[in-house]
């Protein structure tokens, strides 16, 4: 069973990556814009070092470039 501080924890980054997340949800086509969305998620991972984290970190970014891609298309 899971303690409170594991729980805490979870809690934590799970809101970093939702944070994550919306920060980028409008997805751009610049360099700049995909720099920045690498450094805040190498920060989070190195942040926790946890593998979940890792996987959800990993899924926004696939999100995101999913994202980018339907946009690169569609123009």
């Known amino acids: 069973m899971a303690t409170n501080e ?7 980054y799970f809101g970093e990556v939702w944070t994550f997340f919306k920060k ?3 997805v ?3 360099e700049e814009f995909w720099e920045a969305v690498m450094a805040d998620a190498a920060a989070i991972n ?6 979940l984290c890792k996987d ?14 339907m ?3 569609a123009t």
Do not use: D, G
């Open 28 to 30: 751009e086509s610049t």
């Open 6 to 12: 594991q729980m805490k924890t979870e809690f934590s």
């Open 46 to 51: 190195e942040k926790y070092r946890c593998s």
């Open 56 to 69: 959800l970190i990993l899924a926004v970014l696939n999100e995101l470039e999913r994202k980018s891609k």
């Open 71 to 73: 946009k690169q298309n």
């Open 24 to 26: 980028y949800y409008c």
